[in-house]
């Protein structure tokens, strides 16, 4: 069974930047989809960001463009999201995932969760 432990949250101000990690056990890492989904309080899970099994295909939500980079190692079984520019609505938890499917970038193909790591913005 994976698992999944991310790490690097914390509080930033408007226009800091952070990076998350996600450590991956229990599974064949580089067979899986991995993304990046984020909770707000009073709000359902969204999607944030995912890549495919090599890293080569990726695809973000459209409020985190130019702001938000997916990265895997496959080599550290890990995949990181860096956040950079973050907005007050960056404020959440971030949580990791892994899709079964290699290819699957859509929120549906992921089925194994972490902990979670909160992020927050301050204005």
């Known amino acids: 069974q994976v698992q999944l432990v991310e790490s690097g949250g914390g509080l930033v101000q408007t226009g800091g930047s952070l990076r998350l990690s996600c450590a991956v056990s229990g599974g064949s890492f580089s067979s899986y989809a991995m993304g990046w989904l984020r909770q707000a309080p009073g709000k359902e899970r969204e999607f944030v960001a995912a890549?495919?099994?090599?890293?080569?295909?990726?695809k973000y939500h459209d409020s985190v463009k130019g702001r938000f980079t997916i990265s895997r190692d496959n080599a550290k079984n890990s995949v990181y999201l860096q956040m950079i520019n973050l907005k007050p609505e960056d404020t959440a938890i971030y949580y990791c995932a892994a899709g079964s499917h290699p290819y699957g970038l859509e929120a549906a193909n992921f089925d194994s969760w972490g902990q979670g790591t909160q992020v927050t913005v301050s204005s």
């Open positions: 890549t495919n099994w090599a890293g080569l295909m990726k």
